[in-house]
């Protein structure tokens, strides 16, 4: 069965760092997408970034280009989001997601979704 488990968040001041990981097994491809989204309350989710676990493309929405940056592990079943000088507009749940099909940031091509790590940006 696909597991996607998304760990790393917390509370970080402004400016701050925070670096999450994305462990996904189960999925026989030898080629899928994996993305970042993310939920802030009262807000729709939204996507981040999301990457080609063979191509090695990235994507990033417009708001954390030059902040995040995704990539991946040699064994192609762990995905990072380092995240640096991050926001209080950053703050929500986020959840990472894979998909049998091309990267693209759209939640219709993401399958399968963990269970979410909270990060909280605040003063």
């Known amino acids: 069965q696909v597991q996607v488990v998304e760990s790393g968040g917390g509370l970080v001041r402004p400016g701050g760092s925070l670096r999450l990981s994305c462990v996904v097994s189960?999925?026989?491809?030898?080629?899928?997408?994996v993305g970042w989204f993310r939920q802030a309350p009262g807000k729709e989710r939204e996507a981040v970034s999301c990457?080609?676990?063979?191509?090695?493309?990235?994507y990033y929405t417009n708001s954390v280009k030059g902040r995040f940056t995704i990539s991946r592990d040699d064994a192609k079943n762990t995905v990072w989001l380092q995240m640096n000088n991050l926001k209080p507009d950053d703050t929500g749940i986020y959840y990472c997601a894979a998909g049998e099909g091309l990267a693209v940031l759209l939640e219709d091509v993401y399958q399968h979704w963990g269970q979410g790590t909270q990060v909280t940006v605040s003063s």
């Open positions: 189960g999925l026989t491809l030898d080629d899928y997408a």
């Open positions: 990457l080609s676990t063979k191509r090695g493309t990235t």
